[in-house]
């Protein structure tokens, strides 16, 4: 390598070694592997570090966070217009790369935040009502993919300004297809393999992207390979017709799973079907006994009626029970593939002003050149 390479790497080795950020955090590659893939052109990604570095923040602040759902940009904006800090994606629709579809998030949320920028300072102030650019957490559907898909995807979710990427342990092509009701695991090896990678290819291009490893175990009752041997003390004796092997229920493949992930990630995402507080709180308490600064993530795939949208209060009861059990992080009542023409789940009037916001935007463009045409919208 040249003077300038070396030099380079050291300063990377030194940021691994010293920074908090990368406390915990173990990885299959060196420095030096990080600047021979980097190419010769190094490229700012802004939008992806700036929400990665605020997700970071946001995690180790006091008390939990609630991230929202949303499968378009119209609920994005309309879930940070209601007070959300942190917006998850867990799928893009049918025939939508998910790299698009955080691109198209990210770009409303900025117009949203250039609207009220320009209203603010027309009318003297010089400040925003709200952190517009919520970062932004994609599902990342890579279990049918290689290494190589791998690391293009996680390089395309930066490019579109991804703050932090959800890698599942399940197929996602087979979930909710009557497998068990939640899907087919992968190995065990191969989720830490998909990890690794994702970690390799947001180093090379040079963003702190929050690596985050879900487990659907719960969810799950087959597995498509006895290939790792941790996998092999939770397998039943029989197979599916589809010769996937059958997985015995129970928590303790959960926490084997989330254990062995723990060093490959930054976010350990726990998932079970219902909203299951005693469930999740053996969970973490397993996880934080040999990893005490995980932090944790739970969702549900659905929300009974006790925990609805209408009943706020036991909503609310919810999060504090699973914050109390070690949860930095919760998203409730989350299915992969939200229905894209739904309301975000934010109060009734929020939005409802948003084209006359952004004729007034447009206008206030075009009478900034010259001839003062009105903008059309």
Excluded: K
Excluded at 42 to 63: F, I, M, Q, T
Excluded at 98 to 104: G, K, N, R
Excluded at 133 to 158: D, K, R, S
Excluded at 283 to 297: C, N, Q, S, W
């Amino acid at each position: 390598m040249s003077s300038l390479s070396t030099i380079a790497a050291a300063a990377i080795d030194r940021d691994w070694a010293t920074s908090q950020r990368w406390l915990g955090v173990e990885r299959q590659h060196e420095a030096d592997d990080v600047i021979r893939l980097r190419g010769s052109i190094r490229v700012e990604h802004s939008l992806a570090r700036r929400g990665a570095e605020r997700l970071w923040y946001l995690l180790h602040g006091e008390g939990s966070l609630s991230a929202r759902a949303a499968a378009s940009a119209g609920q994005a904006v309309a879930a940070v217009r209601a007070g959300a800090n942190v917006i998850y994606l867990p799928g893009a629709a049918v025939g939508q790369p998910t790299e698009a579809l955080v691109a198209s998030v990210n770009s409303a949320l900025r117009r949203a935040d250039q609207i009220e920028w320009a209203a603010a300072v027309a009318s003297g102030q010089h400040e925003v009502q709200r952190e517009w650019l919520a970062p932004v957490i994609a599902a990342a559907q890579a279990a049918f993919g290689g290494a190589a898909h791998v690391y293009e995807l996680t390089h395309a979710l930066i490019e579109a300004g991804a703050a932090g990427m959800l890698l599942d342990d399940r197929l996602s092509e087979a979930r909710g297809l009557g497998h068990g009701g939640g899907g087919v695991l992968i190995p065990t090896a191969q989720h830490v393999r998909m990890l690794d990678t994702a970690r390799l290819a947001a180093d090379v291009a040079g963003v702190p992207t929050l690596i985050c490893a879900r487990t659907g175990t719960l969810g799950a009752e087959l597995l498509t390979s006895d290939v790792d041997a941790r996998d092999r003390d939770f397998l039943a004796d029989e197979r599916s017709p589809e010769g996937y092997h059958r997985v015995c229920a129970g928590i303790e493949p959960a926490v084997a799973r989330g254990l062995a992930y723990a060093p490959h990630a930054d976010l350990l995402w726990f998932e079970t079907p219902l909203p299951d507080p005693e469930t999740a709180r053996i969970f973490a308490g397993r996880i934080h006994d040999e990893y005490p600064e995980a932090l944790l993530a739970y969702s549900c795939s659905s929300l009974s009626d006790r925990y609805g949208q209408r009943d706020s209060a036991a909503r609310a009861a919810l999060d504090r029970e699973l914050a109390a059990s070690g949860y930095t992080l919760c998203c409730l009542g989350v299915t992969t593939g939200l229905n894209t023409s739904a309301p975000a789940e934010t109060d009734a009037s929020a939005g409802r002003d948003e084209p006359e916001l952004l004729e007034a935007y447009f206008n206030d463009v075009a009478s900034t050149l010259p001839g003062g045409m009105v903008a059309a919208v």
